[in-house]
């Protein structure tokens, strides 16, 4: 694998600090394609850019978006649901910070990105961010979700979605409250959606984090992570190609 180079990349949004974080290999100096990856709960983190460098190791450019502020960096769960359930309530404002870091994405000068070939994809929270950032009409060709909620104020918002929409999911997830897949379903299907739900059969909250580790809840599933990511992997060759 190539040497991943991580980058910070500083923006303002309505006067406010943000910071993410920017995984790509310096060594390929032509255009590839962008993902823009919404975090977990914990935000901008070192286990985030760890995971955002593995996937840019497969071609991309991936930017960490920062939901939460340059100054905001939780520290344990409390802090993480502190920051995290204001934007969970108000979803025009989590709307508005992923638009601010899908722009960045696309305008920052480290690393050539290609503008036809975007996506966007998210773990846990950051799930529910990217599904979002879909259903604003971003020009994004895939969303995906890792363990994430799937329900939307605004199901109506679904006739936006320009690309196709992929949920990794754990059928045995006690934080994805059950009923919200079936009305993930109908809102999909409602609105035309290309879309795809995966159900890992015993896996449960957080699987693709090697630090979960609460038994029946958040755990890491080393099987399910790499047939997760697989199923992205394939989705995003798909949709790119050409």
């Known amino acids: 694998m190539s040497q991943m180079t991580v980058r910070s990349v500083a923006y303002q949004m309505d006067g406010q600090s943000y910071e993410g974080r920017l995984a790509f290999d310096a060594d390929h100096k032509g255009p590839r394609p962008g993902l ?8 901008v983190s070192a286990g985030a850019e760890e995971i955002a460098k593995s996937v840019a190791s497969k071609g991309y450019v991936v930017l960490i978006a920062d939901l939460y502020g340059q100054s905001v960096r939780p520290q344990n769960g409390d802090e ?36 036809s070939k975007l996506a966007t994809f998210g773990f846990c929270f950051g799930g529910c961010c990217a599904l979002d950032l879909a259903r604003t009409g971003a020009p994004v060709k895939a969303a995906v979700s890792f363990h994430g909620t799937l329900d939307s104020p605004t199901p109506a918002d679904a006739k936006n979605i320009e690309g196709s929409v992929l949920v990794l999911h754990g ?7 059950k009923e919200q897949l079936p009305a993930f379903e109908e809102e999909m299907n409602a609105a035309g959606v290309d879309w795809q739900l995966l159900n890992y059969g015993g896996a449960v909250h957080s699987f693709t984090d090697p630090h979960a580790n609460v038994p029946g809840m958040m755990m890491y599933d080393a099987k399910t992570a790499e047939r997760a990511f697989t199923s992205m992997h394939n989705l995003l060759d798909e949709v790119f190609k050409g």
């Open 36 to 43: 823009l990856m919404a975090p977990n709960w914990m935000g």
């Open 171 to 177: 059928a045995s997830d006690p934080l994805v409250p």
């Open 80 to 115: 993480a649901g502190a920051a995290m359930m204001p934007l969970k309530h108000d979803r025009p404002l989590l709307r508005k910070r992923m638009q601010a870091a899908f722009d960045q994405l696309q305008i920052q000068d480290e690393a050539a990105v290609d503008a």
